[in-house]
Structures are given as structure tokens and as C-alpha cells.
């Protein structure tokens, strides 16, 4: 049975592996993947301890099956400049890719749409690069691109989505149910 959790700082090494692992795909060969696991860890973990302190409501989850991995999640509030007010913006996604296809991202996702319409929330904005394959999935559940802009020294086309939470959660939820019910 898969686990929805909060991570702790111990999880992150692992986190950090699975997103440098995932971004590779996610550059889809438009700029090389320069990330290293020490740096993200030290950035990571600072960005995971420094949310009151930045008057921000952050969350970092993870899916586990038998406290294995499968995928994190992190989320926080949004910038002003992305969604003035009652937003939030979606920081990561990464699943293990042999773990894909089974309703792992779906779940996180609403695990912390629901996190943070509990606080009076609305909107989500994600920056996801382009090219990559993940780009579809945001806007089957919704999301629609609003602006793009250049990242990595203008090498990275960057495609900026807002969506409505609860929009997101209903499409994602009816898509997990289907999902569960052709597993049956």
C-alpha cells in the first residue's frame, strides 16, 4: 500500500538522487544537467528549515511502499508576482521512473492540494520546462500555460502554468478512481 508522508531531513539525500535522476529527462537534451546531489541536499534542506522564518507555509512529501520511495513532492506558497494572493506553487515532482503509471504523482499532488486549501488556497502555479514529457500531464488536469520564459542562460524554455486547485483535484481525483478501477 502506498504511503503518503512528510519527509524528514534523513529522506533528502535519497530526494535529492531522484530529482537529479529525473531532470536529466526533464532538459529533454535542450541544456546539460550540471545539478549535483551535495548542493541541492545543502539548498534542499535550508529551503525545508527556513519556511517561517521567509513567512512561507512549506511542505515536502514523499510516496513510500514498504518505506521504499517512490516519489516526492514539495510544495509552498506562491511568489506575488505568480498569483497575488491564495496561491501556491507546485516546487517538484519526481517519481521513480519504474514506478510511473500508477497514480503516484495523482496522489502527492492531492495530498498537497488539500494541505493547502485546509489554509484557504486556491491557485497553483508550476514552472516545468517545456520539452519535457510532464508538460502533457499538467495540462490534462487542467493547468493551462499562462507565459514562458528562458532559465539556464537562455538554453531552458520554461512554460509557466496556473490552475485552479480544486479544478485539479476533481480532474485528478476522477483519474486516479478510473485508474484504481481498471487495476481491479
Known sequence: MIKIRELTETDMHQAMELKILCWTEELAGKAENTLSVSQELE?????????????????LIGAFENDKMLGVAFGSLAEAFDIPQKGIELNGLWVY????????????????????????????????????????????????????????????????????????????????????????
Not at 534542499?44 to 527556513?50: A, E, Q, R, S
Open 43 to 59: 539548498f534542499w534542506i535550508n529551503w525545508m528549515n527556513t519556511a517561517q522564518e521567509n513567512n512561507d507555509i512549506r511542505l
Open 97 to 184: 521512473p519504474n514506478h510511473r503509471s500508477r497514480g503516484i504523482s495523482l496522489m502527492m499532488i492531492i495530498y498537497i492540494i488539500d494541505f493547502y486549501l485546509a489554509k484557504g488556497m486556491e491557485s497553483m502555479v508550476i514552472y516545468n520546462p517545456h520539452y519535457a514529457p510532464s508538460n502533457q500531464f499538467y495540462k490534462k488536469f487542467g493547468a493551462k500555460v499562462v507565459k514562458q520564459e528562458l532559465q539556464m542562460n537562455g538554453k531552458l524554455l520554461v512554460d509557466v502554468f496556473l490552475t485552479d486547485m480544486m479544478l485539479m483535484k476533481r480532474n485528478m481525483q476522477n483519474s486516479l478512481q478510473k485508474h484504481i478501477l481498471e487495476k481491479e
